[in-house]
């Protein structure tokens, strides 16, 4: 169980939740409302996973998208990562410079 004060998504979080809803072929509208994400953040998030070879554009509007081999090995990584950190019976915090390890 993890103690958690509010929940903030990472960067890192919404650009793999964006990764698994084109895998599921979602178009950028839905990405949109399903994230919570205006399209100005949205357009960020795809043209760096263009530019790192995550996705490539299906059509020349850049509604659809493909994942590409790299973004799949990517998203399977992150989630081995995120399975990794929820199996912890620890609970992480940082103060300041100090780090502090709360066994619940």
Known sequence: MYILKSFRR???????????LLLKNYKKTHIIYLLNLNHKILE??????IKKNLI???NFERTSFMVTKRGWEALKKWQEL???IENDEKFIKF??????I???
Request: no cysteine; glycine share 0%.
């Open 10 to 20: 990472s960067k890192y979080d919404i650009l793999f939740d964006i990764l698994e």
């Open 56 to 58: 490539q554009p299906l």
């Open 102 to 104: 709360y066994e619940i």
């Open 44 to 49: 960020k998030y795809l043209n760096y996973m």
């Open 95 to 100: 103060d300041d410079s100090s780090l502090v």
């Open 82 to 84: 995120k399975k990794i």
